[in-house]
């Protein structure tokens, strides 16, 4: 099981060595937001299941108390393709802990196997459906996160027009928690809203590794998959 573990990490590295030489060509072509450029501010609640059958083994998820949580999020599109062509559709969303603060990101994708571990494309942000793609890793194994949009049913593909929608009805989604090939359990419901002001706000910025899930740690092979274009696009902020 070792070697398998040391050959997964070192080709995750070799990997994550190569998507930083492709951050740093976006840097220098797109500026300091070189993924996920534009996006839309939301506002809104988590709103926590006060009963779970089945536990994660991750605090985060777990944790029953407070039942409500104020979030901070944004949507965007992954390679800023222009709508209304598709793209991978991204929700960043930022909630508070003991700790600070804790960053959850999801990519569209679909929720089956192999669909949640393959980034998907889509038209508008709902009604997709999103993941952590890479799992967490939890004191009893892996766990992932999705999020499944519950209403609307359907939201533009455009943001500005996403926006308006979401000044008059709040976009609910269901929070779920699985093992990489186990079912989806429900645990709690996220409603948002478009925040006042600004479409975007370039200072807002998402990090999962400064900013882990309370009780969720990375497998090493995630973490250099990861961390070297992290740390390329942590280098071009302004």
Do not use: C
Not at 182 to 198: I, K, M, Q, V, Y
């Amino acid at each position: 099981m070792g070697g398998k573990d040391s050959a997964a990490t070192s080709a995750a590295a070799l990997t994550g060595r190569a998507l930083r030489v492709v951050m740093a060509a976006l840097l220098r072509v797109r500026g300091p937001r070189p993924i996920h450029t534009t996006g839309l501010v939301l506002t809104g609640v988590l709103l926590r299941q006060p009963h779970l059958p089945v536990r994660s083994g991750i605090a985060w998820i777990d944790d029953r108390e407070p039942s409500e949580t104020g979030v901070v999020a944004r949507l965007s599109r992954g390679a800023s393709v222009p709508a209304p062509l598709p793209d991978v559709q991204g929700l960043a969303v930022r909630t508070r802990s003991p700790g600070g603060v804790a960053d959850l990101l999801l990519s569209s994708t679909g929720l089956g196997v192999p669909g949640r571990f393959l980034l998907a494309p889509r038209w508008r942000p709902a009604p997709s459906t999103m993941s952590t793609l890479m799992p967490y890793r939890g004191p009893d194994g892996p766990v992932l996160v999705a999020a499944r949009s519950l209403s609307p049913s359907v939201l533009p593909a455009r943001t500005a027009h996403v926006r308006r929608t979401l000044l008059h009805v709040p976009w609910t989604l269901e929070l779920l928690f699985a093992t990489p090939r186990g079912r989806w359990h429900r645990f709690a419901t996220l409603e948002l809203a478009a925040a006042p002001g600004e479409l975007d706000d370039g200072d807002l910025r998402f990090d999962p590794i400064l900013n882990p899930l309370p009780g969720a740690e990375t497998y090493e092979w995630t973490r250099v998959l990861r961390e070297p274009s992290y740390a390329t696009a942590r280098r071009g902020r302004p």
